[in-house]
């Protein structure tokens, strides 16, 4: 996977309308090597791939098997998840492999990105993340776009 010769990325994804100065938000937010939004209503794992099947947002059976494997593996229950739909980023060689294993995560189970993440990162002491209710009314930075089954 080819990697952006820069210092530092910024990925905001499609369910996001930008509503601010990207350049404020940054210098507010970043804390070297990456930072993401705490996930405003589940920190399990578990419970955020209950969610996936319930919503429908990748079929039952992987993301079944996804949970079943991260169990088989004592993966903690209440570790924290991330939303991934805001990702500040310094690009260090450390931070690439974790986004490199992410991917792998990511092509070889659900695509739910939340689940993989939280995986991949456990033990990892480059996530710092913030308290960030991306789906409030008093949230204006970035208007959150709903996905559409």
Known sequence: MG????????????????????????????????NAARHPLRSSIYAEARSCIANGRDTEGKVELQWKRYMSLSFPDQQGIITSGILLRENTPECIKLHEAWWKELS??????QLAFAFVSLGTD??????????????????YVKHKQ
């Open 126 to 143: 480059l996530l710092t993340t913030y308290q960030w209710d991306y789906g409030s009314k008093q949230q204006q930075d970035f208007i």
């Open 3 to 34: 990697w952006i010769d820069w210092e530092f990325s910024m990925w905001v994804d499609a369910s996001f309308l930008i509503n601010c100065d990207l350049n404020e938000w940054w210098k507010r937010r970043f804390v070297t090597p990456i």
């Open 108 to 113: 070889e189970q659900s695509d739910r990105d």
